[in-house]
């Protein structure tokens, strides 16, 4: 459903990611692990047309994503940054609002599904987003990002700076997005732990590049892998 294609690219003549391909099918949940550095967050960028592809591309359903990130939006790619980035002096409510009718959706209707699915928000509704928790913002940001009606989710460190009983909240609020809404997620991460309750597979980069792909029994067993791989 969705693919990154032998992506190469990076930051002016400087090339971060080379040749790196990943494949998320409909609904479902895919780790890209990595120690930091490795250029996760370069991917999540080129995978949103954020910066541009020295080579390859991106598919959707089997057709070229459109190269602007407004019209990848458009196209079904949700996106949510490390460092989460809400609108800080809108409230709640008008973030998600302004997320959805920049897409062409109902803003009203945005908010009555963001609350509904996200208590955590409601009594929060009419508060500033920048006064909000870190793990408030992290949900709202995750809210503003369903808001656009996305095929898949890219998720960038979710879990940063996020305190732990939020950190299980959100694996829950994850895994019933996926499975209640069928949307595709690819979650970027240095928590192992948070991707084994969520993802069935993983991609593990290392230095630019897709070093190895795996299931969630083999990451969860290789304590070797994990040494070797992430340090942990
Ligand atoms: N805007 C930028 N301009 C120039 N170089 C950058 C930029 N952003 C990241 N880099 C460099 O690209 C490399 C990969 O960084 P990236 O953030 O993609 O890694 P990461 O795996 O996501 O790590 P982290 O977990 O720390 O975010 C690093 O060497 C970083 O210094």
Do not use: W
């Not at 930091?36 to 960028?45: A, D, E, F, H, W």
């Not at 083999?218 to 040494?227: A, E, G, V």
């Amino acid at each position: 459903m969705f693919r990154i294609v032998n992506a190469t690219g990076g930051y002016g003549k400087t090339v971060i990611i080379r040749d790196v391909s990943i494949a998320v099918d409909k609904a479902e949940i895919v780790a890209l692990l990595g120690r930091n550095g490795v250029g996760k967050s370069t991917l999540m960028r080129f995978a949103m047309a954020l910066i541009p592809a020295l080579s390859g591309h991106v598919e959707i359903d089997g057709r070229n994503a459109p190269e602007a990130p407004a019209k990848r939006a458009k196209a079904g790619v949700g996106y949510v940054p490390q460092g989460r980035y809400v609108f800080p002096r809108m409230t709640v409510t008008e973030n998600i609002g302004v997320a959805a009718e920049t897409n062409g959706h109902s803003g009203r209707l945005a908010v009555e599904t963001a609350l509904r699915e996200f208590p955590m928000l409601r009594p929060k509704a009419d508060d500033l987003a920048g006064g909000l928790s870190g793990g408030q913002q992290q949900v709202l940001a995750l809210a503003r990002a369903l808001a656009t009606k996305p095929k898949i989710l890219l998720l960038d460190e979710p879990t940063e700076g996020v305190q732990p009983s939020i950190i299980d909240e959100m694996a829950g609020i994850l895994k019933r997005i996926n499975r209640e809404r069928g949307v595709a997620i690819l979650v970027a991460e240095q928590d192992l732990d948070f991707c084994l309750s969520i993802a069935t597979r993983a991609y593990v980069m290392e230095k630019g590049s897709v070093q190895l792909e795996t299931d969630r029994e083999s990451l969860r067993t290789d304590k070797k892998l994990q040494q070797q791989l992430l340090g942990v």
